[in-house]
Structures are given as C-alpha cells and as structure tokens.
C-alpha cells in the first residue's frame, strides 16, 4: 500500500510517499481502509520532533518518530477487525484516531473508532476527530459554558475554533469569533454574534468582558488575556503560545497553572485529544451534535496524498481556514 513515511525528525520535506506492507489488526484493534485523512498541529509536533521535553517524555519517541507512518485523524470504511473487537464490522463507515492515518490502510484501537455520522462526507469526517473533541472539552468540559454567558473564541477560524464557535452557539451562549479578515463571514455563518478581525483591532483591548475565553492561538499575554475576562471569568488554554522548542506547549501549560494559584480568574489547560488517551465518549458526543445537525466540520484546503509534503506546509503557515484534508481513495 501506499503510505507517509516519517523516519526521522525534520520539516515537511522529510515525508516521503512510499510502498509499504498493509497493517494487520491485532486483538482489540480495526483495518480502516483510509478515505480521508485530516492535518492537525500534533502532526507536525510529531514530524519535527518539537518540543524537546516531549521526546523525554515519550510521546513522540526520542531520536526518530514513534509512528513510521503520518498521521492521526482519519475516516475510512472498516476492512477487518481483530480479536475481542464488538460493535464495528467490515463495511462499516468510520471516523477516529489511526495512528499512521496518511496511508491506504491504517490500523486503530477499536474504542478509538465511532460510526462516520451519514451526512458527513469522508472529508467532513477525518476532519472531526482531534479538532472536534478538543473543542468540546474546551467549551464544554474545561469552560463549563452556560446558556447568555458571554463567550470569545480566539483563533475562531481554524481547525479548533470552528468546532467551538458552533458549540458555545448550540449552548446558546453569546460567542466572539476573533479570526483573520478571509474567515470573518464563514465565523459568522457558524453563529458568532460578534466576529473579530484580529490585524484590525485587538479584542483585550475592547471594554467588553467575558465569561470565557478559548485562547487556541496563544499569541497574546496573560495578562492581557486576563483583563478581557469579567471579574469572575474563565481562561481556557489551548497549547499556543510556546515559550521555545525545549518545553513548547507544556512550559505554557506550567506557567498557566503557576499563575492560576494566585490569580483571581480561573486559567485552566484542555487535556488535549490525542490518540492515546480516553476519547471515545467524545466522539459519540460529537457525532451526536453532528447527526442532530447542531455541528457541521469545516473543510478548508484538500490535498491529494501525493501532495501531503505540501499540505503540511500549508498547516505550518498557520492561516488554515477550518481543516486541511488529505484524501486516499
């Protein structure tokens, strides 16, 4: 099969398209056969190798990638399953976390896997998993977001921010979009009240208050974050703002949890989704907000697999309108 390979650290150009041997599903694990793959931020943390303190910790292996093959978010129709795996067949259309998801073929633990929701495309559903989820436990889990409050997304037209402006939107929250000026109407469309060109004007410093804030950009300090919230306010931290390539994302997190002990306002982190941790009632959650038609995934650029080298170089510029796709078959 065809497969991205990344077998060594390094910019995009280090991926190589490649003949390798199909997976096989081993107990409690699923063949996709691979219909669409999305890009994510993780995936070029992966293919860098960056933060360093990553590396020690284990997450991306030490001196070369933990995972030959890219890749995380996919959808695809199930080929076989392994021992022990119940719920899922061959035939059935899936979306999830497959490690080694820029490929044909991609194997995944079964509970990472949920049924693809019909009116999704393939396209629509490898770009639900990681953004999708993450999004649900920022506004929802971590901002605990309550109907009239009022509710900023920064980043609101990315890959994240898109599922979260139409989150805090289904809550009946009041929710800012803060974006680029090409995202500013699709924001809106998603049901920002208010929507934010962030080269014309910087949000903190508006007189408008908010109940929460969903920070996925992190470009901007904390404590200017901090005077946008109301007196009683809560800062959700998605990664960003990383301090270097030593410590990246986790040295943001640490500094945020530092100043949480003595700041007035609430600072917490999102426990990021990621392919090796609990993520299944996520994926039902938000598979249900999509078949109630509450949700809908954003696809921005599509690239073929061929051309996944250049896809990557799109996500690093960092100005994705919604996900950047990779399709297979």
């Known amino acids: 099969m065809k ?3 990344q077998e060594q650290f390094g910019p995009p150009d280090i991926l190589r398209l490649k003949e390798v041997d199909r997976p096989e599903a081993g107990a409690g694990q699923v063949l996709v056969r691979v219909h669409a793959a ?6 070029w943390h992966m293919m860098r190798g960056d933060p360093y303190a990553a590396r020690l910790m284990g997450g991306m292996g030490l001196t070369r990638p933990k995972h030959r093959v890219a890749g995380i978010d996919a959808a695809g129709v199930v080929e076989a399953v392994g021992a022990g795996v119940e719920g899922l067949r061959p035939g059935t259309p899936v979306l999830g976390f497959c490690a080694g998801a820029f490929a044909e073929y991609a194997c995944a633990e079964a509970e990472l896997l949920v049924p693809k929701p019909e009116r999704l495309s393939f396209e629509q559903a490898a770009a639900t998993p990681m953004a999708a989820v993450t999004a649900l436990r920022g506004i929802r889990t971590v901002g605990r977001v309550r109907a009239g409050q009022r509710v900023l997304v920064n980043g609101a037209g990315g890959g994240v921010g898109t599922f979260a402006v139409q989150i805090a939107a289904g809550l ?3 929710v800012t979009g803060v974006c680029s000026a090409g995202s500013t109407e699709m924001v809106r469309s998603l049901g920002a009240t208010h929507v934010i060109d962030h080269h014309r004007e910087d949000f903190t410093e508006r007189h408008a208050r908010y109940d929460v804030i969903l920070d996925n950009v992190g470009n901007l300090p904390l404590g200017r974050l901090r005077r946008a919230l109301t007196p009683t306010g809560v800062l959700v931290a998605n990664g960003g703002g990383s301090p270097g390539r030593v410590f990246g994302a986790i040295g943001s997190t640490l500094r945020l949890v530092a100043v949480n002990t003595v700041a007035r306002h609430s600072l917490r982190p999102i426990i990021p ?23 809908t995934p954003m696809v921005g650029r599509t690239y073929p697999l061929a051309d996944t080298t250049e896809a990557m170089r799109h996500l690093e510029e960092g100005h994705s309108r919604g996900k950047t796709v990779i399709t297979v078959h």
């Open 172 to 174: 009946d929250a009041e």
């Open 38 to 43: 999305a890009l994510n931020p993780y995936d």
């Open 3 to 5: 497969a991205v390979l």
């Open 273 to 295: 989704a990621t392919p090796s941790g609990p993520a299944h009632e996520d994926l039902l959650a938000v598979t249900a907000l999509i078949d109630a038609g509450q949700v």
